[in-house]
């Protein structure tokens, strides 16, 4: 169902031009000439968001607004008017309107405004039982529940999403929270992480093979896409996807239809598929790393999450979390904080996000045998301590202390993103988990979902 617009504006052809685009991209128009007018019009059809000429015969633009706050109305209100100044913008907004343009408006500039206008109100009214609909994800910001209302309205459909967000974000967990609210959720939820699978492996992977399609090819393989079918598929890190075969993607997400390597039959699948990157994929698409169709077909839902950083107010709560589960995971008392160290935990930039935040928890969880959590459980850089890291000495011999000391540093230079990391360290990422697993780097609960993942596999 569209959205509805109570437009209020006395000249014909303001109403005419501006119904003609907010009904091409799919609004449905009321329109009124009088304030006296639209109030009727409000009452009788109740509208989404309310455009209000600043000067009107009779009752003007900033009465409607008066009578709207008198009556307790709270939909959003941008004002419109050919007569711009500062102190009408500030009244208006003192008066609770959403937004003030000047005629004559750019169309993309109303678009954005009616969007963003829209959802701030809706979302600001959505108040989800967050520990019972979200359980995957510690939040109370603004921003996330923003985002919980898009997972909402999307998760029973079957569009495709794309999930943006810099690494250690929790992008997997909204794929997953997507999945677990949708008609898909008794299906599988199967993971391609793009960085892992070699290039060459990575057709076949997808779509499988026949029995002699290739040397090697003893037997007939099914691939990834068909072993999904009715459930999701989640493409970590789409960015990476080899140009070589982002088309053959793209004709399975147009056609809903997979060929295994050797075979000349074709087979329906029915697979909702998500994606995530940490790219800029836009700039990809300019410097053709990646398919602009392909990108645009990915793109139909768009879900951006905020780094840390810009939801600080969520950080007490993820700290609380972390704490409780890694003391009931290692057998001890769960641990109170210093009021300083949780100063410190909220002040600090987190460049890896809430999957550097878990690793410093843990790591204090695991290290406060008192029962207290205070700043010496904190690595260096928390501190402030610029230029000295948390790795061990380099004055040994030893090649696995020095190989660890190398690893240590690589992470603390990467905001512990763990693609860059092995990038600097010249190895692949898979060969970096192993080697953060085999020096205890790795988070207990990143291990266990990693043997989870091969058990499922088997």
């Known amino acids: 169902m569209s959205h509805k617009i109570l437009f209020i504006d006395d000249e014909i052809n303001s109403l005419k031009t501006i119904s003609a685009i907010?009904?091409?991209?799919?609004?449905?128009?009321?329109?009124?000439?009088?304030?006296?007018?639209?109030?009727?019009?409000?009452?009788?059809?109740?509208?989404?968001?309310?455009?209000?000429?600043?000067?009107?015969?009779?009752?003007?633009?900033?009465?409607?607004?008066?009578?709207?706050?008198?009556?307790?109305?709270?939909?959003?209100?941008?004002?419109?008017?050919?007569?711009?100044?500062?102190?009408?913008?500030?009244?208006?907004?003192?008066?609770?309107?959403?937004?003030?343009?000047?005629?004559?408006?750019?169309?993309?500039?109303?678009?954005?405004?009616?969007?963003?206008?829209?959802?701030?109100?809706?979302?600001?009214?959505?108040?989800?039982?967050?520990?019972?609909?979200?359980?995957?994800?510690?939040?109370?910001?603004?921003?996330?529940?923003?985002?919980?209302?898009?997972?909402?309205?999307?998760?029973?459909?079957?569009?495709?999403?794309?999930?943006?967000?810099?690494?250690?974000?929790?992008?997997?967990?909204?794929?997953?929270?997507?999945?677990?609210?949708?008609k898909r959720k008794d299906r599988s939820f199967i993971v391609?992480?793009?960085?892992?699978?070699p290039e060459n492996l990575l057709e076949s992977e997808l779509f499988g093979y026949e029995k002699g399609a290739f040397t090697g090819a003893t037997d007939k393989k099914i691939g990834l896409l068909e072993l999904a079918n009715g459930g999701t598929v989640f493409f970590d890190e789409i960015g990476e996807l080899p140009i070589s075969l982002q088309k053959k993607f793209l004709r399975f997400l147009q056609e809903k239809e997979i060929q295994r390597l050797g075979s000349i039959n074709k087979i329906k699948v029915d697979v909702r598929v998500i994606a995530a990157t940490n790219r800029d994929l836009e700039k990809a698409v300019k410097e053709g790393t990646f398919r602009e169709d392909l990108y645009w077909r990915l793109n139909v839902v768009r879900i951006h999450l905020p780094p840390l950083r810009e939801r600080k107010e969520d950080i007490p709560l993820l700290v609380q979390h972390f704490v409780q589960k890694f003391a009931q995971e290692n057998n001890r008392p769960i641990p109170t904080l210093e009021p300083e160290v949780m100063e410190v935990l909220i002040n600090y930039e987190w460049p890896g996000n809430v999957r550097e935040l878990i690793h410093v928890v843990e790591r204090a969880v695991i290290l406060s045998t008192s029962g207290v959590i205070s700043f010496k459980h904190l690595p260096k850089r928390l501190l402030g301590q610029k230029g000295e890291k948390e790795i061990l000495p380099t004055d040994t011999f030893n090649l696995l202390e020095m190989e660890k000391t190398l690893i240590l540093k690589a992470l603390n230079e990467t905001g512990w993103n763990q693609t860059k990391a092995a990038q600097l360290l010249g190895i692949s990422r898979k060969q970096l988990r192993t080697k953060m697993k085999n020096h205890g780097l790795l988070p207990v609960s990143s291990i266990k979902d990693e043997e989870e993942d091969e058990e499922e596999a088997s």
């Open 22 to 182: 907010l009904k091409k991209h799919n609004y449905t128009v009321i329109t009124a000439q009088t304030v006296e007018e639209g109030i009727v019009q409000l009452r009788k059809h109740k509208p989404n968001c309310i455009l209000l000429d600043y000067r009107l015969p009779g009752m003007d633009g900033i009465e409607m607004l008066r009578w709207l706050k008198q009556e307790n109305i709270t939909l959003p209100v941008i004002m419109l008017t050919a007569y711009g100044t500062i102190e009408k913008a500030v009244e208006a907004m003192k008066l609770g309107a959403f937004h003030y343009l000047v005629k004559p408006v750019d169309p993309d500039l109303l678009l954005e405004t009616i969007r963003e206008a829209i959802l701030k109100h809706e979302t600001f009214s959505y108040q989800p039982n967050i520990s019972h609909k979200f359980p995957e994800i510690i939040a109370k910001s603004q921003a996330m529940k923003e985002i919980f209302y898009i997972i909402d309205m999307v998760a029973d459909t079957s569009s495709n999403v794309l999930i943006t967000g810099e690494s250690g974000t929790g992008k997997e967990l909204v794929a997953r929270a997507i999945h677990r609210l949708s």
């Open 192 to 197: 391609v992480d793009c960085t892992t699978i």
